[in-house]
C-alpha cells in the first residue's frame, strides 16, 4: 500500500534579509532568521489530488499529472505534474513513506503566511530541503524576492536564493499604529 506522507517538521520560509551576498558570479540572499510560523505536524496525512495517477509499484513511484494539489494541514504544493518516490515495502516502520517528491510546470508551494513558486522543485524528505529553480518569486506579505534557486532548509529555517543575474527585492515597511 502506498502511504502519501510528508515528513517535514517546519515549513518556515525567512522573514529577515540578514546578509546578501557575492559568491564568484552568483548573487546570492542568505537569510539567517526564521520565521515566527506556525508549528506544521508532519505526521498529518497528506492528501494529492490530480487529473491522473500512474503508479510503477516495481520502482516505488507514483506520477500525479494534471492540476495536482498536495495538501498537508496548512501546507500546500501545486503544480502539472509531480512524481513521488517512496520506500519499497519491507515491514519496517518507514515502509511506503516518500522519500522525494519532484515538480514540474507551475510549481507553488504555500502556506498561510509565506509563498515560493518557480517552474520545478525538488523536495527531499530525508535531508529536509526543498529546491525550487527557474523564475523563483518568494513572497511574504508585501515583500518579494526575485531570483533562479531557491533552496529552504526546513530543519533550521534558512533559506539562499541565487541568480546568474541580480537577486531582486522589494521590502515593504511595517505600517506604523500611529496613522503616520
Known sequence: MLSYR????????????????????????SVA??????AHDSKL??????????????EQLAVFRGHVDAVQGKMRLTANEVWVRYRPESGGESQGTISRINA?????????????????????????????????????????IRGEKLVLNLATG???????????????????GSGS
Open 33 to 38: 532568521q526564521s520565521l515566527p510560523s506556525t
Open 6 to 29: 510528508w515528513q517535514q517538521r517546519s515549513t518556515v520560509f525567512a522573514a529577515v534579509l540578514a546578509l546578501a551576498a557575492l559568491f564568484g558570479s552568483v548573487p546570492t540572499i
Open 45 to 58: 496525512p497528506i492528501e494529492i489530488t490530480a487529473d491522473s495517477l500512474e503508479v510503477k509499484q516495481n
Open 104 to 144: 514540474t510546470g507551475g510549481v507553488r508551494f504555500a502556506t498561510p503566511n509565506e509563498t515560493a513558486s518557480g517552474d520545478a522543485g525538488v523536495y527531499d524528505v530525508d535531508a529536509q530541503v526543498i529546491t525550487l529553480t527557474g523564475s523563483v518569486v518568494l513572497s511574504q506579505g508585501g515583500n518579494v
Open 158 to 176: 534558512q533559506s539562499k536564493i541565487e541568480s546568474t543575474q541580480r537577486v531582486r527585492g522589494l521590502f515593504q515597511p511595517k505600517k506604523s
